[in-house]
């Protein structure tokens, strides 16, 4: 039997149910599981149905799908294969290393094609656990130049989404907008306070009691894009800003994991600047 998801996102009304139901048993494929959810202030209806069975015309059922479904409904019909990334970092293993040893033990729930960091540092890592290593230097190249090279790597591979474990570049809103709701980012920080740098920091200068971090889709409002998952933990007068990071980086590295989780089983549903995620 096949596994497929089927994703639909559109705007609430009686039968909807009912209808997609009717829709599925006609095409012989079996429901094992049916998440929904309304919300109830802009009247907007989400789906995330997994499925058993053969399928011999994925177009036709969507189609079919959007014919039954309210005006503009988005529906997506999704193989379960593994989704195709690439990981663009600076300096700092733990986000990536935790990505590559999932990776390396096909636990991550995806391929990792590639790589690129704007330093060298861990193309030893990448490359022991089998995974090509591209340098791009930002050095004596403008944004403009430094963005194109980043490109051209990317575009020799069939990419689902580009994970930025803690790639210290703020990108352009041309790169954002070639790449749509397909670049993940993990901000060192319980958005939406402390955006932009060194947030442990202003984190540390306010006194804080809790810190966390964020993993959100990224746009061109800088650390404001639609939220994945979050986390905190507890600090307390005696942590300075070095111990923030230190115990920071522990939760940067299980709330990325989280959201790679979610985004790689098809929960995340985006929906302007939010999301709905069918945990």
């Known amino acids: ?12 009304e009686v039968g909807l149910v009912a209808n997609i139901s009717r829709i599925l048993a006609a095409h012989h494929l079996n429901i094992i599981t049916m998440r929904e959810f309304v919300d109830e202030h802009d009247q907007r209806f989400f789906a995330r149905i997994s499925c058993n069975g053969m399928i ?11 014919t039954a479904l309210p005006q503009n409904a988005l529906v997506e019909v999704v193989p379960k294969v593994d989704k195709q990334i690439a990981v663009l970092v600076t300096k700092e293993f733990h986000c990536l290393s935790d990505i590559l040893i999932r990776n390396y033990f096909k636990t991550l729930g995806a391929d990792v094609k590639c790589v690129i960091g704007n330093y060298e540092n861990l193309k030893e890592l990448s490359e022991k656990l089998d995974v090509p290593f591209h340098y791009i230097s930002h050095e004596n190249l403008s944004k403009e130049d430094f963005e194109a090279a980043i490109i051209q790597q990317l575009d020799k591979y069939e990419l689902d989404y580009i994970v930025l474990a803690k790639f210290m570049r703020i990108i352009s809103p041309l790169f954002v907008a070639k790449y749509k709701h397909q ?17 442990y920091q202003q984190a540390f200068k306010r006194g804080v009691k809790i810190i966390g971090a964020t993993a959100h889709f990224v746009t061109n409002d800088l650390d404001e894009g639609p939220i994945i998952n979050q986390q905190t933990i507890h600090v307390n007068h005696t942590y300075g800003a070095k111990q923030m990071a230190v115990a920071g980086r522990e939760i940067e590295k299980s709330v990325l994991s989280k959201a790679l989780e979610l985004i790689f089983d098809d929960r995340v549903f985006v929906v302007g600047n939010k999301t709905v995620v069918f945990e």
């Open 1 to 12: 039997m096949n596994k497929l998801l089927v994703l639909i996102q559109c705007s609430d």
């Open 56 to 66: 011999e015309n994925e177009l036709a059922l969507k189609a079919e799908l959007q």
């Open 183 to 199: 670049i993940i980012n993990i901000h060192h920080s319980f958005l939406p306070a402390f955006i932009g740098a060194s947030p």
